[in-house]
Nanobody, 125 residues
Framework: QVQLVESGGGLVQAGGSLRLSCAAS????????MGWFRQAPGKDREFVAA????????YYVDSVKGRFTISRDNAKNAVYLQMDSLRPEDTAAYYC??????????????????WGQGTQVTVSS
């Protein structure tokens, strides 16, 4: 079992930045593809980014390319999402998730085995 806890969400103005963290416990995440998803009210959970085992491979949904950066620190058992140039449409609850070592990554929430409780990001215009 892997327990995931997100932090770092908050309220920010458009154009601002936030850095989300995902702390894992229970097992090492070194054997998992790690992903970030988001869900806005009334919408389906949406894939945002994923990172493969060593961190050299990353993948992003088109809408965040060039603005968001996913990274991982396996020694700290943690994953991060640096979000720059934030837009109001980025407003959502953001979730960290773990999948078996898979690349290219899945963008389907049901393929991920472990989830955090989410952290809210609100971007004001």
């Amino acid at each position: 079992q892997v327990q995931l806890v997100e932090s770092g969400g908050g309220l920010v103005q458009a154009g601002g930045s936030l850095r989300l963290s995902c702390a894992a416990s229970g097992r090492t995440i070194v054997t998992y593809t790690m992903g970030w998803f988001r869900q806005a009210p009334g919408k389906d959970r949406e894939f945002v980014a994923a990172i493969y085992l060593t961190g050299r491979n990353t993948y992003y949904v088109d809408s965040v390319k060039g603005r968001f950066t996913i990274s991982r620190d396996n020694a700290k058992n943690a994953v991060y999402l640096q979000m720059d140039s934030l837009r109001p449409e980025d407003t959502a609850a953001y979730y960290c998730a773990a999948d078996r070592a898979r690349w290219p990554p899945s963008s389907t929430p049901g393929e991920y085995d472990y989830w955090g409780q989410g952290t809210q990001v609100t971007v004001s215009s």
